[in-house]
């Protein structure tokens, strides 16, 4: 059974930063794709960044301010610097096995001031 929660989410003023976590049970995970995605009111759920065996790669909106990373103890990560309101969204994460894709329940992440 493969289950993923997340954790870290919160209140943050514009320029500040969180790290979410994901912890991963159930999977090989560094062999399995996984990624974070984020969905704000209205709006369709949207890529943040992903990381496979030998890549990361991120939406356009979020270069150079997020990163994500995983360890050892199957705990997928991610940074968030220089957070700005359009950040503010439920963020969720994901592991693609690609005949299935799983999902967590998501954290809520809020950017004002």
């Known amino acids: 059974q493969v289950q993923l929660v997340e954790s870290g989410g919160g209140l943050v003023q514009p320029g500040g930063s969180l790290r979410l976590s994901c912890a991963a049970s159930?999977?090989?995970?560094?062999?399995?794709?996984m990624g974070w995605f984020r969905q704000a009111p209205g709006k369709k759920r949207e890529l943040v960044a992903r990381?496979?065996?030998?890549?990361t790669n991120y939406a356009d909106s979020v270069k150079e301010r997020f990163t994500i990373s995983r360890d050892s103890a199957n705990t997928l990560y991610l940074q968030m610097n220089s957070l700005k309101p359009e950040d503010t969204a439920v963020y969720y994460c994901?592991?693609?096995?690609?005949?299935?894709?799983?999902w967590g329940q998501g954290t809520q992440v809020t950017v004002s001031s």
């Open positions: 990381i496979t065996s030998s890549s």
């Open positions: 159930g999977i090989i995970f560094r062999s399995i794709t």
């Open positions: 994901n592991a693609d096995f690609g005949y299935k894709v799983y």
